[in-house]
């Protein structure tokens, strides 16, 4: 069974900055996509960052760029997400997420593509 497990959400204020970690196990990696997706209370779920397991490609939301960097380390099998410049716009549940094969462009930031998902971890931004 894969198992995703993220960890580092918590509180903190806007303009500080947090690291998100998703470690995974069970999965074989290749060309697959990793991504993480954010829920805000009342909100639907939408994409916010992803990367190729076996290369340096890599897909952010606009609301993010220029913020958050997605990164992995291949042999931790950890997939993060540094956020700096926090707002509180950027509170929600974060969600680790899996592929079984590659993405390019538009289909990266579909939830569809993913077939595996993590529990959630909560970041709350106060203003």
């Known amino acids: 069974q894969v198992q995703l497990v993220e960890s580092g959400g918590g509180l903190v204020q806007a303009g500080g900055s947090l690291t998100l970690s998703c470690a995974v196990s069970?999965?074989?990696?290749?060309?697959?996509?990793m991504g993480w997706f954010r829920q805000a209370p009342g909100k639907d779920r939408e994409f916010v960052a992803a990367?190729?397991?076996?290369?340096?490609?890599?897909y952010y939301a606009d609301s993010v760029k220029g913020r958050f960097t997605i990164s992995r380390d291949n042999a931790k099998n950890t997939v993060y997400l540094q956020m700096n410049s926090l707002k509180p716009e950027d509170t929600a549940d974060y969600y680790c997420?899996?592929?079984?094969?590659?993405?390019?462009?538009?289909?990266?930031?579909?939830?569809?593509?993913?077939?595996?998902w993590g529990q959630g971890t909560q970041v709350t931004v106060s203003s």
């Open positions: 990367i190729i397991w076996s290369d340096t490609k890599s």
């Open positions: 997420a899996a592929s079984l094969r590659y993405c390019a462009g538009y289909e990266c930031y579909q939830s569809t593509h993913y077939k595996f």
């Open positions: 069970r999965l074989s990696f290749g060309s697959n996509a």
